[in-house]
């Protein structure tokens, strides 16, 4: 059966960053546009910028990580809408430190974000595309999705689930019209830094890492050159939602190329020992 035309979607993370951005291209490109925040306030520079330009998008206060928040929110959302012809997951943060340092509950706020949120999205408007045998699920993983990086451990987890979770739905839902796909960012000029949450005991100078850490740390902002227009990203994810069959994985920036393309071709052992040189000395 062909596809109906993507008309409505859904973002989450829509605030700031990609999923901001993402917001105003899709509008611009003439989809109905729902961004959706923790609270309508964290939204008003997205309303300002799309009023700026001419466009229309509409903002929904919703926590995905609160199931009471989603079950409450959601049904209305749909009822209002029609429902979504496509989800764009993109709401969620990193918790940074050795992962000795991390504490169980600050592991489990990290999957509740990253990985928890973005299944209680799925749940709420997978029903709707299923019975319209229609849609598009596009889940915004990282370049940490497919390699683990020091210091990140929590944050890669995450994302790794959430590739493992996006690769099962895939081949679920097809035979029902739906598609899923992963993008895959890099590094990119948007706020994700400045929302890190450092765990309680990441700079601890008794762990055996400090020195690590403490050269991870002066190093840090010279990663920043990699950074680069997240445009980029929401052109991809624009890709993906128009796409007729949309491939599983989409990398998007020159950094995760390059650790991607390094990490298949290389050694294993040289693989690591690079990523060591460039993260940890």
Request: proline share 4%; hydrophobic share 40%.
């Amino acid at each position: 059966m062909a596809d109906r035309l993507i008309n409505t979607v859904l973002v989450t993370g829509a605030s700031s960053g990609i999923g901001r951005v993402t917001c105003l291209h899709l509008a611009e490109k003439g989809y109905t546009v729902v961004g959706a925040s923790r609270s309508l306030e964290r939204l008003e520079g997205l309303f300002e910028d799309a009023e700026q330009r001419g466009l229309r998008v509409w903002g929904v206060e919703l926590d995905v990580n609160s199931g009471k928040s989603v079950e409450s929110v959601m049904p209305g959302l749909i009822e209002q809408f029609g429902g979504f012809d496509a989800l764009v997951n993109n709401a969620g943060f990193g918790v940074w430190g050795p992962i000795e340092s991390l504490s169980i509950e600050e592991l489990k706020l990290q999957f509740e974000a990253n990985f928890f949120g973005a299944v209680r999205m799925i749940h709420a408007t997978l029903p709707g595309m299923l019975e319209r045998r229609s849609g598009r699920i596009v889940n915004i993983s990282s370049v940490l999705g497919r390699i683990g990086t020091p210091f990140n451990g929590a944050y890669v987890s995450s994302k790794y689930a959430l590739e493992g979770l996006s690769e099962s739905l895939r081949t679920e839902v097809a035979p029902f019209g739906v598609k899923v796909a992963l993008v895959e960012p890099g590094l990119f000029d948007t706020n994700f830094q400045k929302n890190q949450l450092r765990a309680a005991r990441s700079d601890d100078p008794s762990l055996a890492y400090a020195p690590y850490v403490e050269s991870y740390n002066r190093r840090h902002d010279q990663f920043d050159w990699f950074a680069a227009d997240p445009i980029k990203v929401a052109r991809v994810i624009e890709k993906v939602i128009r796409s007729r069959n949309p491939s599983l994985r989409h990398p998007v920036g020159l950094d995760c190329r390059l650790a991607t393309v390094g990490a298949r071709i290389l050694p294993e052992r040289l693989f690591h020992a690079l990523l060591s040189l460039a993260t940890m000395r």
